[in-house]
């Protein structure tokens, strides 16, 4: 197994600004990234009606695929940052992520069907579910053995609180200004985290552990993982 790197190493200096990050604002950035996606889909709940008159949906069945198809679309897109990532860095595919999330949001906002509305989400979900899966790579990255356990452990705590929070948010949104500006308020949230990344956080993956991107070896570990009875469950 190669040497993580460590929380103390030396960051690029091209990366980042000030002084080195602290353990509390690290845990913050992680849990705030990987909160996004979450906010994406529990914030829309409590708009959901009003989506669908919005949008002329009379079937009330249809307007869940609001969350539903996100969902979906967010597991199959979890299968792509990981190899880019292992090629390019983890900065910028995680910056990547939070420009498609930033730009897809302010699309939904102004989606003029519910079906466009669908598809932007679809593709909102694959193109920013990065902000899932990289988290995890940056903590392996820079910690290992009990450290990143218990690194992962509080990150997961403030996490959990999200889904809690985001339907009072998407809900007093909606009071306020309508449904179309809970995809702005969410465009706002990612473009304050796309800078705190930029501005703050290093890439932490070394250039010597970089890893061409082979398909036929990623299909490979995939059938591996799935037929792994541990992996399965």
Not at 4 to 13: E, G, K, L, W
Request: hydrophobic share 55%.
């Amino acid at each position: 197994m190669k040497p993580a790197y460590r929380a103390d190493m030396p960051s690029s200096p091209k990366h980042g600004s000030g002084p080195a990050m602290g353990r509390a604002e690290f845990v913050a950035l992680m849990a705030m990234t990987m909160a996004l996606q979450a906010l994406a889909i529990d914030a829309m709940l409590p708009a959901l009606g009003e989506i669908a008159r919005d949008l002329h949906v009379t079937d009330p069945n249809r307007r869940q695929l609001v969350v539903g198809v996100f969902l979906i679309s967010a597991g199959f897109g979890a299968l792509i940052p990981g190899a880019l990532a292992d090629r390019y860095g983890r900065r910028p595919v995680l910056l990547g992520s939070l420009i498609l999330y930033v730009a897809l949001s302010a699309a939904c906002a102004l989606a003029p069907t519910f079906n466009a509305l669908l598809v932007l989400r679809a593709v909102q979900a694959v193109g920013s579910a990065g902000l899932a899966v990289l988290p995890s790579a940056i903590i392996r990255d820079r910690h290992e053995g009990d450290a990143m356990a218990r690194l992962m452990s509080t990150i997961s705590m403030v996490f959990m609180l999200i889904p809690m929070l985001a339907p009072t948010l998407g809900q007093a949104v909606q009071l306020f200004a309508g449904w179309r500006w809970i995809f702005g308020i969410l465009g706002v949230m990612g473009t304050g985290i796309a800078i705190w990344v930029l501005l703050r956080l290093p890439e932490t993956l070394r250039p010597e552990y970089r890893q061409e991107i082979m398909p036929l070896s990623i299909v490979r570990n995939m059938v591996q993982a799935a037929v792994n009875r541990q992996a399965f469950g």
